[in-house]
């Protein structure tokens, strides 16, 4: 196990809604990343946070936003859900050595759009 | 712009035999490498990564990867598969000349490995 967890494991939401996804982050990590991953695709690069403040995006639209809490931890927002949205969602925690640093991922969220 | 090819949708081995997982990258600036594995319903679990150095790069499990630069390929290998080894491999680039954080991660190859 990584030691990163997220929460809630699985979620049904219905079009236009709005969710919130949570990750905890490694011990001793302070960077954050979220990836959406499709049913039979890679993950998708969404954002990354280190510091509480966005460090990068992805090609995704800004109904996507993130936060970083003191603790490092993270939450993923989605508004007005569509159905494409359906996917797992994965974080990703990984300490400040820059692009040389792993990451290490948490089991993911698994958002399903009715 | 960054990206990553895996042209094995499925690589099927069997028990004992060696494995190949192919896996090429386009980068502008050095290439950072990594290997992740799935297992179902999981999250991904690193393998291995390449940085610099020695262009054989061992990881867990038994797996090794290959770095060829003129090639721009990352292979993974392994000399003797184990039916433990099926699951979905994903390898990933990201740029190391350049400040964007992200990493791109290629379409994955279900590797599955017969008793």
């Known amino acids: 196990e990584t030691g990163v967890t997220q929460s809630p494991t699985h979620l049904i939401k219905t079009r236009g809604q709005q969710v919130t996804l949570r990750c905890s982050s490694q011990?001793?990590?302070?960077?954050v990343s979220w990836y959406q991953q499709a049913l039979g695709q890679g993950p998708q690069f969404i954002f990354q946070?280190?510091?509480?403040?966005?460090?990068g995006r992805g090609n995704f639209p800004p109904r996507f936003s993130g936060l970083q809490f003191p603790n490092y931890s993270s939450e993923l927002n989605v508004n007005a859900l569509e159905l494409d949205d359906s996917a797992l969602y994965l974080c990703?925690?990984?300490?400040?050595?820059?692009?040389?640093?792993?990451?290490?991922f948490g089991p993911g969220t698994r958002l399903l759009v009715l | 712009a960054q990206s990553v090819a895996q042209p094995e949708d499925q690589v099927k081995v069997a028990e004992g035999n060696p494995l190949t997982v192919k896996c090429t990258y386009s980068?502008?600036?050095?290439?950072?490498l990594f290997w992740y594995v799935q297992y179902p319903n999981r999250g991904l679990q690193f393998l291995l990564k390449?940085?610099?150095?020695?262009?054989l790069v061992k990881g867990s499990y038994g797996f090794e990867a290959e770095f060829n630069k003129s090639q721009t390929s990352f292979h993974l290998k392994k000399p003797s598969a184990l039916v433990s080894d099926s699951a979905l491999y994903f390898c990933?680039?990201?740029?190391?000349?350049?400040?964007?954080?992200?990493?791109?991660f290629g379409s994955g190859t279900r590797l599955s490995i017969r008793p």
């Open positions: 390449y940085i610099t150095g020695d262009n």
């Open positions: 980068v502008s600036g050095n290439p950072y």
């Open positions: 990933a680039v990201r740029d190391g000349g350049s400040s964007a954080s992200k990493i791109i």
């Open positions: 946070y280190y510091r509480e403040e966005e460090n």
């Open positions: 011990s001793g990590h302070n960077t």
């Open positions: 990703a925690s990984s300490s400040p050595g820059g692009s040389q640093e792993t990451q290490y």
